[in-house]
């Protein structure tokens, strides 16, 4: 049973956040999860999954509510959506859970670099 709600998961978080129709964030798919516990999914399976999924890499370069540009340079572990965030041309560190106004509105593809 544990084994089918992991595929499960899986398959729902991959759809839901690859959805061509949709620009989602990576807490959105937290979010997204989160409201399956019980009806869908086991709060075991879906804790387990958010231990080990990183939604904001260490290095993930990221727009902030305000226009704030800057790059994750810690993970809080009591939630990995809020990040402590290096903002850029700025010796100055924002911690998301600190600091509650400021959202993670944007991740900034490498490619824009």
């Known amino acids: 049973m544990e084994s089918s709600q992991i595929c499960g998961l899986a398959s729902d ?32 399976v879906v804790s387990a999954f958010m231990k080990a999924f990183q939604p904001y890499p260490l290095g993930t370069r ?19 959506c ?7 041309d700025r010796d100055t560190r924002i911690d998301l859970m600190k600091h509650m106004a400021f959202q993670i509105e944007k991740v900034i593809p490498h490619a824009q670099d």
Do not use: C, H
């Not at 990221?62 to 990995?80: D, F, P, Q």
């Not at 809020?82 to 850029?88: A, N």
């Open 62 to 80: 990221v727009t902030l509510s305000g226009g704030l540009k800057g790059t994750v340079r810690a993970i809080n572990e009591g939630n990995s």
């Open 82 to 88: 809020r990040p402590v965030i290096q903002l850029e």
């Open 13 to 44: 978080f991959d759809y839901f956040m690859n959805d061509p129709t949709t620009r989602r964030l990576p807490s959105e798919g937290i979010d997204f999860l989160m409201s399956k516990i019980d009806s869908s999914y086991s709060y075991t």
